[in-house]
Protein backbone atom coordinates (compact mmCIF):
# COMPACT_ATOMS: atom_id res chain seq x y z
CA UNK A 1 0.00 0.00 0.00
CA UNK A 2 1.05 3.28 -1.00
CA UNK A 3 2.03 5.95 1.80
CA UNK A 4 0.64 9.25 1.80
CA UNK A 5 2.17 11.07 4.70
CA UNK A 6 5.74 10.77 5.78
CA UNK A 7 8.64 12.52 6.07
CA UNK A 8 12.08 11.89 4.40
CA UNK A 9 15.37 13.55 5.07
CA UNK A 10 19.18 12.98 3.52
CA UNK A 11 22.75 13.18 5.00
CA UNK A 12 25.43 13.49 2.72
CA UNK A 13 28.23 11.61 4.46
CA UNK A 14 31.82 11.46 3.49
CA UNK A 15 31.53 7.82 2.69
CA UNK A 16 27.96 7.36 1.45
CA UNK A 17 24.33 9.53 1.38
CA UNK A 18 22.22 8.01 3.00
CA UNK A 19 18.00 8.53 3.09
CA UNK A 20 15.30 8.03 5.07
CA UNK A 21 11.40 8.02 5.49
CA UNK A 22 9.35 7.43 8.32
CA UNK A 23 6.04 8.78 10.53
CA UNK A 24 6.30 10.52 13.66
CA UNK A 25 4.05 8.39 16.58
CA UNK A 26 2.40 10.07 19.36
CA UNK A 27 4.51 8.46 22.08
CA UNK A 28 7.69 9.75 20.19
CA UNK A 29 8.97 6.82 18.42
CA UNK A 30 9.15 6.52 14.92
CA UNK A 31 7.53 4.11 11.94
CA UNK A 32 10.37 3.57 9.59
CA UNK A 33 8.71 3.03 6.15
CA UNK A 34 12.10 3.48 4.19
CA UNK A 35 15.67 3.72 4.16
CA UNK A 36 18.51 3.73 1.14
CA UNK A 37 22.31 4.35 0.54
CA UNK A 38 24.91 5.10 -2.06
CA UNK A 39 28.67 5.36 -1.57
CA UNK A 40 29.88 8.92 -1.99
CA UNK A 41 33.56 8.77 -1.60
CA UNK A 42 34.10 9.55 -4.75
CA UNK A 43 31.91 12.57 -5.02
CA UNK A 44 31.97 14.10 -1.11
CA UNK A 45 35.11 14.65 1.11
CA UNK A 46 35.14 15.91 4.45
CA UNK A 47 31.40 16.37 4.65
CA UNK A 48 31.67 18.83 1.41
CA UNK A 49 30.45 18.54 -1.81
CA UNK A 50 33.44 18.47 -4.55
CA UNK A 51 31.95 16.52 -7.35
CA UNK A 52 28.14 18.02 -8.28
CA UNK A 53 27.67 15.76 -10.92
CA UNK A 54 28.35 12.33 -9.21
CA UNK A 55 26.69 13.86 -6.38
CA UNK A 56 23.50 14.48 -7.96
CA UNK A 57 23.31 11.14 -9.31
CA UNK A 58 23.81 9.53 -6.31
CA UNK A 59 21.10 12.02 -4.21
CA UNK A 60 18.50 10.61 -7.46
CA UNK A 61 19.18 7.30 -6.82
CA UNK A 62 19.11 7.35 -3.28
CA UNK A 63 15.61 8.81 -3.30
CA UNK A 64 14.46 6.78 -6.20
CA UNK A 65 14.96 3.48 -4.18
CA UNK A 66 12.82 5.73 -1.32
CA UNK A 67 10.31 5.79 -3.28
CA UNK A 68 10.23 2.28 -4.62
CA UNK A 69 9.92 1.17 -1.02
CA UNK A 70 6.85 3.49 -0.47
CA UNK A 71 5.54 2.69 -2.94
CA UNK A 72 5.03 6.77 -3.31
CA UNK A 73 6.46 10.21 -4.70
CA UNK A 74 8.53 12.44 -2.75
CA UNK A 75 8.17 15.86 -3.23
CA UNK A 76 10.76 17.03 -0.84
CA UNK A 77 13.47 15.97 2.05
CA UNK A 78 15.06 17.41 4.97
CA UNK A 79 18.90 17.90 4.39
CA UNK A 80 21.57 17.74 6.58
CA UNK A 81 24.45 20.40 6.42
CA UNK A 82 27.80 18.90 8.27
CA UNK A 83 31.36 18.91 7.10
CA UNK A 84 35.02 20.56 7.92
CA UNK A 85 34.12 24.10 7.08
CA UNK A 86 31.33 24.19 10.41
CA UNK A 87 32.42 24.96 13.34
CA UNK A 88 31.36 27.81 16.23
CA UNK A 89 32.28 31.21 17.03
CA UNK A 90 31.37 33.21 20.02
CA UNK A 91 30.23 37.01 19.17
CA UNK A 92 28.61 39.50 21.89
CA UNK A 93 26.20 42.54 21.20
CA UNK A 94 25.48 45.25 23.64
CA UNK A 95 22.68 48.04 23.70
CA UNK A 96 23.39 50.71 26.21
CA UNK A 97 19.66 52.08 27.56
CA UNK A 98 19.19 55.93 28.35
CA UNK A 99 17.39 54.35 30.83
CA UNK A 100 16.09 51.46 33.11
CA UNK A 101 13.33 49.72 30.70
CA UNK A 102 11.49 46.46 30.78
CA UNK A 103 12.93 43.87 28.21
CA UNK A 104 10.72 43.16 25.18
CA UNK A 105 10.91 40.88 23.07
CA UNK A 106 11.12 43.27 20.15
CA UNK A 107 14.60 44.40 21.43
CA UNK A 108 15.78 40.79 21.52
CA UNK A 109 14.86 40.22 18.35
CA UNK A 110 17.24 43.33 17.08
CA UNK A 111 20.09 42.45 19.12
CA UNK A 112 19.75 38.79 17.60
CA UNK A 113 19.28 40.78 13.47
CA UNK A 114 22.50 42.60 14.67
CA UNK A 115 24.40 39.61 15.68
CA UNK A 116 23.67 37.97 12.49
CA UNK A 117 24.89 41.31 10.78
CA UNK A 118 28.40 40.52 11.56
CA UNK A 119 30.71 40.51 8.28
CA UNK A 120 32.44 37.10 7.88
CA UNK A 121 34.77 36.29 5.02
CA UNK A 122 33.66 34.25 2.56
CA UNK A 123 31.18 31.97 5.54
CA UNK A 124 27.69 32.57 6.08
CA UNK A 125 25.97 32.11 9.56
CA UNK A 126 23.58 28.50 9.27
CA UNK A 127 22.28 28.63 13.02
CA UNK A 128 22.62 31.14 16.44
CA UNK A 129 22.64 29.41 19.57
CA UNK A 130 22.05 32.13 21.86
CA UNK A 131 23.72 31.83 24.91
CA UNK A 132 22.85 33.95 28.47
CA UNK A 133 21.83 37.63 28.63
CA UNK A 134 23.93 39.65 30.90
CA UNK A 135 21.93 42.25 32.15
CA UNK A 136 23.30 45.55 33.93
CA UNK A 137 26.68 44.64 35.51
CA UNK A 138 26.12 41.05 36.43
CA UNK A 139 22.43 38.96 36.13
CA UNK A 140 23.18 36.37 33.77
CA UNK A 141 19.66 34.78 32.28
CA UNK A 142 18.24 33.12 29.65
CA UNK A 143 14.90 34.29 29.46
CA UNK A 144 15.53 38.46 29.86
CA UNK A 145 12.09 39.04 28.64
CA UNK A 146 10.38 41.49 31.04
CA UNK A 147 13.39 42.07 32.94
CA UNK A 148 14.06 46.07 33.68
CA UNK A 149 17.60 47.05 33.27
CA UNK A 150 19.75 50.04 31.45
CA UNK A 151 22.32 47.40 29.89
CA UNK A 152 21.89 44.16 28.06
CA UNK A 153 24.85 41.94 26.89
CA UNK A 154 23.96 39.20 24.30
CA UNK A 155 25.96 36.60 23.87
CA UNK A 156 25.40 33.98 20.77
CA UNK A 157 27.26 31.24 19.06
CA UNK A 158 27.23 31.15 15.48
CA UNK A 159 27.21 28.42 13.60
CA UNK A 160 29.13 29.23 10.60
CA UNK A 161 30.49 27.29 7.14
CA UNK A 162 31.83 28.05 3.76
CA UNK A 163 29.21 29.66 1.44
CA UNK A 164 29.80 26.91 -1.21
CA UNK A 165 28.41 24.32 1.73
CA UNK A 166 25.49 25.25 1.22
CA UNK A 167 24.75 26.71 -2.47
CA UNK A 168 26.75 23.42 -3.61
CA UNK A 169 24.04 21.28 -1.68
CA UNK A 170 21.30 23.39 -3.60
CA UNK A 171 22.76 23.07 -6.76
CA UNK A 172 22.57 19.17 -6.41
CA UNK A 173 19.10 19.29 -5.57
CA UNK A 174 17.81 21.82 -8.54
CA UNK A 175 19.24 19.28 -10.18
CA UNK A 176 17.38 16.42 -9.50
CA UNK A 177 14.17 18.21 -9.40
CA UNK A 178 13.53 17.85 -6.07
CA UNK A 179 13.04 20.47 -3.23
CA UNK A 180 14.36 21.05 0.42
CA UNK A 181 11.97 21.05 2.56
CA UNK A 182 14.39 22.34 4.92
CA UNK A 183 18.53 22.87 5.88
CA UNK A 184 19.15 21.13 9.20
CA UNK A 185 22.45 21.27 10.99
CA UNK A 186 24.00 17.71 11.10
CA UNK A 187 25.89 18.20 14.62
CA UNK A 188 22.28 19.22 15.93
CA UNK A 189 20.06 16.90 14.99
CA UNK A 190 22.88 13.89 15.54
CA UNK A 191 22.93 15.83 19.74
CA UNK A 192 18.69 15.84 19.32
CA UNK A 193 18.65 12.00 18.64
CA UNK A 194 21.55 10.43 21.29
CA UNK A 195 21.91 12.94 24.26
CA UNK A 196 19.15 13.00 26.41
CA UNK A 197 17.82 16.17 28.49
CA UNK A 198 19.95 15.48 31.62
CA UNK A 199 23.59 15.04 29.69
CA UNK A 200 22.76 18.40 27.79
CA UNK A 201 21.76 20.03 31.22
CA UNK A 202 24.66 18.78 33.15
CA UNK A 203 27.32 19.34 30.74
CA UNK A 204 28.38 16.94 28.50
CA UNK A 205 30.62 16.22 25.47
CA UNK A 206 29.28 14.47 21.90
CA UNK A 207 31.66 13.10 19.48
CA UNK A 208 30.81 11.61 16.65
CA UNK A 209 32.90 9.65 14.56
CA UNK A 210 32.97 9.53 11.36
CA UNK A 211 34.33 8.40 7.70
CA UNK A 212 36.43 11.67 7.05
CA UNK A 213 35.71 14.04 10.14
CA UNK A 214 35.35 13.84 13.95
CA UNK A 215 32.56 16.42 15.16
CA UNK A 216 32.59 17.82 18.76
CA UNK A 217 29.83 19.32 20.17
CA UNK A 218 29.41 20.48 24.18
CA UNK A 219 26.36 21.19 26.11
CA UNK A 220 25.99 22.96 29.29
CA UNK A 221 22.83 24.02 30.81
CA UNK A 222 20.69 22.65 27.81
CA UNK A 223 22.69 25.39 25.48
CA UNK A 224 25.32 24.41 22.79
CA UNK A 225 28.35 25.86 24.19
CA UNK A 226 31.15 24.79 21.60
CA UNK A 227 31.68 22.72 17.93
CA UNK A 228 33.74 21.87 15.82
CA UNK A 229 34.74 19.27 13.00
CA UNK A 230 37.91 17.63 13.00
CA UNK A 231 39.21 16.58 9.65
CA UNK A 232 40.32 13.42 10.56
CA UNK A 233 37.85 10.27 10.66
CA UNK A 234 37.85 6.20 10.48
CA UNK A 235 39.56 6.45 6.65
CA UNK A 236 42.26 7.58 8.01
CA UNK A 237 42.95 4.83 9.90
CA UNK A 238 42.39 2.70 6.69
CA UNK A 239 44.75 5.01 4.51
CA UNK A 240 47.27 4.05 7.33
CA UNK A 241 46.80 0.56 6.44
CA UNK A 242 47.23 0.54 3.16
CA UNK A 243 50.71 2.41 3.12
CA UNK A 244 52.16 -1.25 4.32
CA UNK A 245 51.23 -1.92 0.81
CA UNK A 246 47.69 -3.17 0.75
CA UNK A 247 44.40 -2.55 -0.89
CA UNK A 248 42.17 -0.29 0.22
CA UNK A 249 39.46 -2.75 0.45
CA UNK A 250 41.51 -5.66 2.59
CA UNK A 251 42.96 -2.48 4.25
CA UNK A 252 38.91 -2.06 5.49
CA UNK A 253 38.29 -5.33 6.42
CA UNK A 254 41.31 -5.69 8.46
CA UNK A 255 39.95 -2.59 10.22
CA UNK A 256 36.62 -3.99 10.79
CA UNK A 257 37.90 -7.04 12.10
CA UNK A 258 41.04 -6.86 14.16
CA UNK A 259 41.24 -2.84 14.76
CA UNK A 260 41.38 -2.32 18.30
CA UNK A 261 41.54 1.75 19.66
CA UNK A 262 43.81 -0.04 22.78
CA UNK A 263 45.36 -2.62 23.60
CA UNK A 264 46.64 -3.81 26.83
CA UNK A 265 50.35 -4.67 27.01
CA UNK A 266 51.05 -8.58 26.36
CA UNK A 267 54.28 -10.25 26.70
CA UNK A 268 53.16 -13.69 25.93
CA UNK A 269 55.38 -14.07 22.73
CA UNK A 270 52.74 -16.12 20.98
CA UNK A 271 50.58 -13.15 21.43
CA UNK A 272 53.93 -10.86 20.04
CA UNK A 273 54.21 -13.51 16.50
CA UNK A 274 50.53 -12.95 15.61
CA UNK A 275 49.24 -12.45 12.24
CA UNK A 276 45.89 -11.01 11.01
CA UNK A 277 44.96 -11.80 7.55
CA UNK A 278 41.84 -11.40 4.89
CA UNK A 279 40.90 -14.61 3.08
CA UNK A 280 44.63 -15.31 2.29
CA UNK A 281 44.60 -12.52 0.32
CA UNK A 282 47.22 -10.57 2.94
CA UNK A 283 48.25 -10.51 6.01
CA UNK A 284 49.60 -8.11 8.35
CA UNK A 285 51.26 -8.58 12.04
CA UNK A 286 49.38 -8.06 14.95
CA UNK A 287 51.72 -5.59 16.77
CA UNK A 288 52.31 -3.76 13.37
CA UNK A 289 48.50 -3.10 13.52
CA UNK A 290 47.88 -2.03 16.56
CA UNK A 291 50.59 0.30 16.26
CA UNK A 292 49.31 1.89 13.00
CA UNK A 293 45.46 1.32 14.44
CA UNK A 294 46.64 3.35 17.76
CA UNK A 295 48.70 6.08 16.50
CA UNK A 296 45.89 7.03 14.63
CA UNK A 297 43.38 6.80 16.88
CA UNK A 298 45.56 8.75 19.62
CA UNK A 299 45.84 11.55 17.24
CA UNK A 300 42.33 11.86 16.76
CA UNK A 301 41.24 11.61 20.15
CA UNK A 302 43.98 13.93 21.36
CA UNK A 303 42.15 16.65 18.52
CA UNK A 304 38.85 15.94 20.14
CA UNK A 305 40.12 17.10 23.78
CA UNK A 306 42.21 20.13 22.60
CA UNK A 307 38.87 21.15 21.28
CA UNK A 308 37.10 20.00 24.56
CA UNK A 309 39.37 22.32 26.50
CA UNK A 310 39.07 24.76 23.89
CA UNK A 311 35.64 25.42 24.87
CA UNK A 312 36.38 26.40 28.15
CA UNK A 313 33.97 23.52 29.87
CA UNK A 314 36.35 20.65 30.10
CA UNK A 315 36.34 21.11 33.91
CA UNK A 316 31.86 20.99 34.00
CA UNK A 317 31.23 17.92 32.07
CA UNK A 318 29.17 16.14 34.75
CA UNK A 319 27.71 14.06 32.43
CA UNK A 320 30.99 13.14 31.04
CA UNK A 321 31.41 12.04 26.72
CA UNK A 322 29.33 10.53 24.73
CA UNK A 323 30.97 8.78 21.67
CA UNK A 324 29.01 7.73 18.57
CA UNK A 325 28.86 7.82 15.09
CA UNK A 326 29.89 4.72 13.00
CA UNK A 327 33.89 4.48 14.42
CA UNK A 328 32.69 4.46 17.56
CA UNK A 329 32.65 0.73 17.79
CA UNK A 330 35.95 0.47 17.65
CA UNK A 331 36.75 -1.94 20.65
CA UNK A 332 38.30 -0.28 23.33
CA UNK A 333 37.80 3.62 22.08
CA UNK A 334 36.43 4.50 25.93
CA UNK A 335 39.76 3.08 27.15
CA UNK A 336 41.81 4.89 24.69
CA UNK A 337 39.45 7.81 25.24
CA UNK A 338 40.53 7.76 29.13
CA UNK A 339 43.77 7.48 29.00
CA UNK A 340 44.38 10.60 27.46
CA UNK A 341 41.36 13.26 29.01
CA UNK A 342 41.32 11.19 32.66
CA UNK A 343 37.75 11.25 32.35
CA UNK A 344 35.69 8.48 33.75
CA UNK A 345 32.33 9.01 32.54
CA UNK A 346 32.08 7.73 28.53
CA UNK A 347 28.86 6.50 27.09
CA UNK A 348 29.29 4.76 23.85
CA UNK A 349 25.90 5.53 21.74
CA UNK A 350 25.30 3.15 18.87
CA UNK A 351 21.64 4.03 18.95
CA UNK A 352 19.67 6.58 19.89
CA UNK A 353 17.60 7.83 22.07
CA UNK A 354 14.69 7.62 19.61
CA UNK A 355 12.66 4.35 19.57
CA UNK A 356 12.68 2.99 15.84
CA UNK A 357 9.56 0.78 15.02
CA UNK A 358 8.87 -1.06 11.61
CA UNK A 359 10.22 -4.09 9.10
CA UNK A 360 12.79 -1.67 8.17
CA UNK A 361 16.42 -2.98 8.63
CA UNK A 362 18.61 0.16 10.00
CA UNK A 363 22.39 -0.11 11.13
CA UNK A 364 22.66 -0.35 14.65
CA UNK A 365 25.95 0.85 14.94
CA UNK A 366 25.74 4.41 15.35
CA UNK A 367 26.15 5.57 11.93
CA UNK A 368 22.53 6.05 11.22
CA UNK A 369 21.92 8.48 14.05
CA UNK A 370 22.47 12.11 12.51
CA UNK A 371 20.00 10.74 9.73
CA UNK A 372 17.43 9.78 12.50
CA UNK A 373 18.01 12.85 13.68
CA UNK A 374 17.44 14.72 11.12
CA UNK A 375 14.20 12.92 10.27
CA UNK A 376 12.85 13.64 14.25
CA UNK A 377 13.66 17.45 13.05
CA UNK A 378 11.36 17.11 10.01
CA UNK A 379 7.38 18.46 10.28
CA UNK A 380 5.95 18.76 7.09
CA UNK A 381 4.53 16.01 4.95
CA UNK A 382 6.91 15.08 2.14
CA UNK A 383 4.97 13.35 0.20
CA UNK A 384 3.47 14.92 -3.22
CA UNK A 385 0.14 14.40 -2.93
CA UNK A 386 -3.11 15.88 -3.48
CA UNK A 387 -4.31 16.61 -0.28
CA UNK A 388 -8.24 17.34 -1.40
CA UNK A 389 -7.97 14.19 -2.99
CA UNK A 390 -5.95 12.11 -0.79
CA UNK A 391 -3.58 10.01 -3.38
CA UNK A 392 -0.75 9.75 -5.57
CA UNK A 393 0.04 12.15 -8.68
CA UNK A 394 -3.46 13.29 -9.25
CA UNK A 395 -2.05 16.92 -9.52
CA UNK A 396 -3.97 17.16 -13.22
CA UNK A 397 -6.62 20.17 -12.61
CA UNK A 398 -3.89 22.15 -10.57
CA UNK A 399 -1.81 21.55 -13.40
CA UNK A 400 -4.09 22.84 -15.98
CA UNK A 401 -4.82 25.42 -13.85
CA UNK A 402 -1.20 26.57 -12.99
CA UNK A 403 -0.35 26.16 -16.60
CA UNK A 404 -3.28 27.83 -18.27
CA UNK A 405 -2.35 30.84 -15.56
CA UNK A 406 1.01 30.33 -16.23
CA UNK A 407 0.16 30.81 -20.38
CA UNK A 408 -2.19 33.92 -19.27
CA UNK A 409 0.97 35.22 -17.65
CA UNK A 410 3.00 34.73 -20.54
CA UNK A 411 0.78 36.05 -22.83
CA UNK A 412 0.68 38.97 -20.92
CA UNK A 413 4.28 39.66 -20.25
CA UNK A 414 4.73 39.17 -24.29
CA UNK A 415 2.43 41.79 -25.37
CA UNK A 416 3.57 43.94 -22.58
CA UNK A 417 7.05 43.50 -24.26
CA UNK A 418 5.84 44.23 -27.58
CA UNK A 419 4.00 47.28 -26.19
CA UNK A 420 7.02 48.51 -24.41
CA UNK A 421 9.17 47.73 -27.25
CA UNK A 422 6.80 49.55 -29.46
CA UNK A 423 7.10 52.52 -27.24
CA UNK A 424 10.68 52.29 -27.40
CA UNK A 425 10.77 52.01 -30.96
CA UNK A 426 8.54 55.09 -31.75
CA UNK A 427 10.65 57.34 -28.95
CA UNK A 428 13.54 56.52 -31.47
CA UNK A 429 12.07 57.28 -34.27
CA UNK A 430 10.91 61.30 -32.59
CA UNK A 431 14.87 60.91 -31.31
CA UNK A 432 16.23 60.49 -34.62
CA UNK A 433 13.57 62.86 -36.93
CA UNK A 434 14.49 65.94 -33.79
CA UNK A 435 17.97 65.30 -34.24
CA UNK A 436 17.86 64.94 -38.16
CA UNK A 437 15.93 68.24 -38.27
CA UNK A 438 18.49 69.76 -35.42
CA UNK A 439 21.21 68.64 -37.84
CA UNK A 440 19.55 70.41 -41.32
CA UNK A 441 19.08 73.15 -39.12
CA UNK A 442 22.79 73.57 -38.66
CA UNK A 443 23.81 72.56 -41.95
CA UNK A 444 21.63 75.64 -43.16
CA UNK A 445 22.58 77.56 -40.60
CA UNK A 446 26.25 77.44 -41.46
CA UNK A 447 25.74 77.59 -45.07
CA UNK A 448 23.77 81.03 -44.53
CA UNK A 449 26.84 82.11 -42.78
CA UNK A 450 29.01 80.94 -45.27
CA UNK A 451 27.12 82.73 -48.18
CA UNK A 452 26.94 85.88 -45.57
CA UNK A 453 30.65 85.82 -45.61
CA UNK A 454 30.87 85.77 -49.54
CA UNK A 455 28.31 88.36 -50.06
CA UNK A 456 30.46 90.11 -47.37
CA UNK A 457 33.67 89.89 -49.26
CA UNK A 458 32.17 90.57 -52.40
CA UNK A 459 30.76 93.91 -50.91
CA UNK A 460 34.03 94.35 -49.90
CA UNK A 461 35.37 93.62 -53.43
CA UNK A 462 33.25 96.12 -55.34
CA UNK A 463 33.59 98.99 -52.25
CA UNK A 464 37.20 99.12 -52.64
CA UNK A 465 36.43 99.19 -56.81
CA UNK A 466 34.67 102.05 -55.71
CA UNK A 467 31.30 100.63 -57.25
CA UNK A 468 29.45 101.79 -54.49
CA UNK A 469 25.81 100.16 -55.91
CA UNK A 470 26.92 97.30 -56.56
CA UNK A 471 28.67 96.67 -52.94
CA UNK A 472 25.30 98.28 -51.75
CA UNK A 473 23.37 95.62 -53.44
CA UNK A 474 25.69 92.34 -52.25
CA UNK A 475 25.35 93.84 -48.59
CA UNK A 476 21.21 93.89 -48.92
CA UNK A 477 21.43 90.49 -50.38
CA UNK A 478 23.69 89.29 -47.57
CA UNK A 479 21.17 91.02 -44.92
CA UNK A 480 18.44 89.24 -46.27
CA UNK A 481 20.14 85.59 -45.25
CA UNK A 482 19.71 87.19 -41.47
CA UNK A 483 22.59 86.06 -40.24
CA UNK A 484 22.17 87.76 -36.41
CA UNK A 485 26.57 87.34 -35.98
CA UNK A 486 27.01 89.37 -39.33
CA UNK A 487 24.31 92.24 -38.91
CA UNK A 488 26.61 94.78 -37.30
CA UNK A 489 29.18 94.18 -39.53
CA UNK A 490 26.58 94.72 -42.54
CA UNK A 491 25.17 97.94 -41.03
CA UNK A 492 28.58 99.25 -40.88
CA UNK A 493 29.96 98.92 -44.03
CA UNK A 494 26.19 99.93 -45.60
CA UNK A 495 27.05 103.25 -43.59
CA UNK A 496 30.39 103.48 -44.72
CA UNK A 497 29.72 103.38 -48.31
CA UNK A 498 27.03 105.86 -47.84
CA UNK A 499 29.44 107.68 -46.34
CA UNK A 500 32.23 107.49 -49.21
CA UNK A 501 29.50 107.88 -51.55
CA UNK A 502 29.12 111.64 -50.28
CA UNK A 503 32.46 112.08 -50.67
CA UNK A 504 32.81 111.49 -53.82
CA UNK A 505 33.96 114.40 -55.83
CA UNK A 506 32.13 113.67 -59.30
CA UNK A 507 29.06 113.54 -57.25
CA UNK A 508 30.23 116.79 -55.50
CA UNK A 509 30.38 118.53 -58.81
CA UNK A 510 27.02 117.21 -60.09
CA UNK A 511 25.41 118.68 -56.92
CA UNK A 512 27.01 122.16 -57.69
CA UNK A 513 26.51 121.99 -61.15
CA UNK A 514 22.42 120.93 -60.24
CA UNK A 515 22.71 123.82 -57.15
CA UNK A 516 23.87 126.43 -59.76
CA UNK A 517 21.24 125.55 -62.69
CA UNK A 518 18.60 125.94 -59.83
CA UNK A 519 19.93 129.65 -59.11
CA UNK A 520 19.77 130.41 -62.54
CA UNK A 521 16.16 129.54 -62.73
CA UNK A 522 15.68 131.46 -59.79
CA UNK A 523 16.95 134.48 -61.60
Not at 32 to 51: P, T
Not at 57 to 76: N, P, R
Not at 225 to 252: F, M, W, Y
Not at 357 to 369: A, E, K, L, Y
Request: net charge negative; with cysteine.
Amino acid sequence: MAATDFIAAIELGSAKITGIAGKKNADGSIQVLAYASERSSDCIKKGAIYNLDKTTQCLSAVICQLEETLHASIKKVYVGIGGQSVRSIRHTETKQLTEETKISQALIDAIMESNREITLMDQEILAVEPQEYKLGNNQLTTEPVGIQTDRIEGNFLNIIARNSLKSNIRQCFRQTGYEVAEYLLSPLATANAVLTGSEKRSGCALVDFGADTTTVSVYKNNLLRHLAVIPLGSSNITKDICSLQIEEEDAEQLKLHYACAYTEPSENEDELGKEYSIDGKCSIRAHKLEDIVEARVKEILENVWNQIILSEYSDKLLAGVILTGGASKLPNLDKAFFNITKIEKIRIAQNGAIELRGDINIPQDGSCNTLIGLLAAGKDNCCKIDPRKGHQLDFIDDLQKKEEEARLKAEAERKAAEEKAAKEAEAERIRQLEEAKIRQELERAQKRLHDCETLITEAHRQMNRKKYKDALAKLEQARSLNVQEKDEEITSMIAEIEKLKEDNPFKRLLNALKNGADEMMKD
